[in-house]
Every structure is written in structure tokens, then in C-alpha cells.
């Protein structure tokens, strides 16, 4: 299987003669698509709602699409409420999914009457003492171990840092309905990119049982249950991508079987995704400035690992496309690097590729989710702008790129670098 950007060359040359490259480029028509078709997934549950992971794409433009489709946000930190605040979302429609939280957080959920997930036993007090208990409250489970689907390991909850164990759930659960909580959630987020139809009914298989376990030990009947993030996406060519109409309808069997014959069948499904969501509709394009030859064959662009830190960060993979060579032999093998003076800013290393020339427009796929947000500024490096390809075919900035005003702007106390625009 091939995988095909949704930008042309033409569309890139005409785009760049008003966005210079490098920019992270968002498909409105993929991202509506893909909205629709998780709300049909799940509309066998009255009360499913999406909670657009922020961090995954902290971008208005892109949260007020999902928005139209009654999508909620899942925020973790206090500037992610502030973006959810101003955009105008409150009450349901916030999770806070937070961990080791700095104080003064809570409480700017709590003023929007946002649905906090505590993530420790320990927190129970610590909202108490802030802001008092509001009257929703989740709780985060870790059933520690490692997780597991067939026989095949997919990732160690047991060295995640996040969530209560099994027996602290239990406890939390009772002292929050003896202090006068009245709504209940669980939530859980156990492995990370899965590719597999398996994970969703997996992880809520274990959720739903674990509710059912509550009701029966502590008499707190939950309202809702959270399976957080987690659905993967095929960043390389030869993954068959997750199919949404399958993994909702697993989650319906277990639900089915699991939660109606123990009373618990009103409970409310929640989804907290970000890479699904937007990482396959967003391109990083960067213009090819120098090839190098030297003991391998180097390909130096515009872009860098503070335009995408995944490959840096985790070894990622993310497939390149170059513009205007699609179909062209894959005959040539390159390492695709950016300027950092850090051997691991390396977009891809020994990959197949057609022959690429100076002035090459390359689309690096899959960047639409954890792309942008993990930017920095290493080297100096400024953090581009990122466009919406709209549905009708215009292109609107709905970020522009930093300037070194931007970048000096936290240390000008004197005014020394107002010479830089
Ligand atoms: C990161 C995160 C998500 C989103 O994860 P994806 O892998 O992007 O789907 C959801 N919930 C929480 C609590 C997270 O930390």
C-alpha cells in the first residue's frame, strides 16, 4: 500500500509564494470525515463524546471543527483550559486530565465546572484544600503489569507513572461519595499508537468490569467511563489503519455483555483521542536546501526536529513523500536531516526515496497530531506556521510563523533586541 499526501505539487508551489516553508499544513475535509465516522462508531451509546486531546494539536482553528460535531476537549495543564475557556467550552464538554498537577489548576477547572480526572489517591485532599471537591470527580486506574491482547504485549502499565492502583480506586471511589460526591467516571490509558482493532474493547472490557466491581464494593454506580486516548494511526505504509466501525462496535459487544446485566446500562462512553483524530491530516512540508555526499547520501532541509520532534524523540517513523515525484522508482536512498547540531535531527535515515534535487518540496506525512505541539526552539530555531487546507480548496494561516521578536520576547528587558523583527 501507498500512502498519497493530500497536497499536490502545484498546490505547494502556489501556497509557498505566500507561506514560505517550512509549515504544517491541516485537511479540513480529512479531519470532518474522520469526526463523522467516530460519532457513527459509537452512536449506539447515548452519551458518547469525544474529548479532543489539546495537546495533540493545541490549535482554535482545528478544536472549533470538532466542536461543530459537539466534540468536548481533554486539557491538562492550565493553558490548555485557558484554550478551552476561550473557545468557549465549560462544564461536560472539559475533561482535565491531569498529573503531578501544580496548584492553581484545579481550581480553574473547578470555575468552569470542567470534569477533573484525579490521577492519584493523594489528590482527593489536595483538591479539597485548593478549591473544595466539585461534584464530578473521575478517577484514573493503573492496573499495573503490563497490558496484553492475545499474546502479544502492547505496553507496561506497571512503569507508567500514571493513575491509582486497583485497591486505591476502590478507596478513593468510597471517601469521594462519603465527602458528598454525587457523579462518577473511570478512566484509563494503557498503551500508546495501537494499531490494532483490539485495544479499545480491550481496555474497556477491564473498565467495565472494574465499574461493575465498585457498584457491587463500594455502592458508587459510575456514570461515565473514559477510554482516553491511545488509537493509533499507520504512520508506515505497509500498517492497515484502525477501522473506527469495528472498534466501536467491540466496544458495544463488551458493553453489552458486561455493563447492561449489572444495571450499569446508562453508563456514558468517553474517548480522550488526539492522534487519531488529526495525525493523518496534517503534512510538515519543508523544501530541500543542500545534498550533501559524503560516507552516506544527506538530504538537508528547511524543517527540523523543533518542527517535529517525533523521529528525534522516539526513532518514529513518518513517510516522505517527494512532491511532484510520486510515481516515480524509489531508487535512491537518503538520510533526510534538519540544521540542529544534533545527530538525531534526522527526519528519516536510509530511506528508499526517488532522486531528489535542490529546491524538492518534501510532505512529511502523519504530522497533523504531536507535530507543532512538541516544537521548541533549540538553535534558535523558530516554531513555522501552520495552515488549513479548507474544503472548498483555499488555504487560511491559522498560525503564523515566529519571528525573532517572538523569540527574544521573553529576555527584551532593555530593549536591546528591538532592533529584530
Ligand atoms: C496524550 C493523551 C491523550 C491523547 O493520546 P493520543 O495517543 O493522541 O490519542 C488522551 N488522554 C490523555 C490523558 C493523554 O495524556
Redesign the pocket.
Known amino acids: 500500500m501507498s500512502k498519497k499526501p493530500f497536497v499536490t505539487k502545484a498546490q505547494i508551489e502556489e501556497i509557498a509564494k505566500t507561506y514560505p516553508t517550512p509549515f504544517h499544513i491541516y485537511d479540513e475535509s480529512g479531519i470532518r470525515r474522520n469526526v463523522e465516522a467516530l460519532k457513527k462508531a459509537f452512536s449506539w451509546n447515548p452519551g458518547f463524546r469525544e474529548y479532543f ?1 489539546v ?2 494539536t493545541p490549535n482554535p482553528a482545528l478544536i472549533r471543527i470538532l466542536k461543530e460535531y459537539g466534540c468536548g476537549v ?1 486539557c ?1 495543564s492550565y493553558t490548555e483550559l485557558m484554550m478551552a475557556d476561550a473557545l468557549g467550552f465549560s462544564g461536560d464538554e472539559i475533561m482535565f ?1 491531569s498529573n503531578a498537577t501544580p496548584s492553581g489548576e484545579f481550581s480553574y477547572c473547578k470555575k468552569l465546572n470542567g470534569q477533573m480526572n484525579l490521577d492519584d489517591l493523594t489528590h482527593i485532599d489536595f483538591v479539597e484544600k485548593e478549591c473544595g471537591l466539585p461534584e464530578t470527580i473521575c478517577c484514573r486506574y493503573n492496573p499495573g503489569g503490563y497490558f496484553q491482547i492475545a499474546n502479544s504485549i502492547m505496553d507496561h502499565p506497571g512503569d507508567a507513572k500514571y493513575g491509582m492502583t486497583h485497591d486505591q480506586l476502590l478507596e478513593a471511589f468510597q471517601i469521594l461519595s462519603k465527602k458528598g460526591v454525587k457523579r462518577f467516571g473511570i478512566h484509563a ?1 494503557l498503551a ?2 495501537t494499531v490494532t482493532n483490539e485495544y479499545y474493547p480491550e481496555l474497556a472490557k477491564i473498565l467495565f468490569q472494574l465499574a461493575v466491581e465498585v457498584k457491587e464494593k463500594t455502592g458508587v454506580k459510575v456514570s461515565f467511563i473514559n477510554l ?4 493509533g494511526i499507520a504512520y508506515r505504509p505497509d500498517q492497515e489503519s484502525n477501522d473506527i466501525a469495528v472498534i466501536g462496535e467491540g466496544v458495544h459487544r463488551v458493553y453489552d455483555e458486561i455493563l447492561c446485566p449489572a444495571d450499569l446500562g446508562d453508563v456514558a462512553i468517553y474517548t ?5 483524530m488529526m495525525g493523518p491530516y496534517g503534512h510538515l512540508i519543508t523544501k530541500v536546501l543542500h545534498l550533501k555526499h559524503t560516507y552516506k547520501e544527506y538530504v538537508g532541509v528547511d524543517a527540523c526536529a523543533a518542527n517535529l520532534m517525533r523521529p528525534a524523540m522516539y526513532g518514529a517513523y513518518h513517510h516522505i513523500t517527494v512532491l511532484g515525484k510520486e510515481d516515480a522508482p524509489l531508487d535512491h536512498v537518503y538520510d533526510v536531516t534538519g540544521s540542529l547540531c544534533e545527530n538525531n535531527d534526522k527526519f528519516a535515515i536510509d530511506r528508499e526515496l526517488p532522486e531528489i534535487a535542490i529546491g524538492d518540496y518534501l510532505a512529511i506525512h502523519d504530522t497533523g ?2 507535530g507543532y505541539s512538541m516544537g521548541y526552539n533549540y538553535n534558535g530555531r523558530l516554531r513555522s506556521a501552520e495552515l488549513l487546507l479548507k474544503e472548498d480548496g483555499s488555504v487560511e494561516l491559522i498560525r503564523r510563523a515566529e519571528t525573532p521578536k517572538d523569540y527574544f520576547a521573553t529576555l527584551d528587558f532593555t530593549g536591546v533586541f528591538d532592533q529584530f523583527e
Open positions: 486531546a495537546k495533540a481533554d491538562s486530565s490509558f500508546s499508537n482516553s486516548g491511545g488509537i480522550e483521542l488526539g492522534r487519531f497530531a504531536h
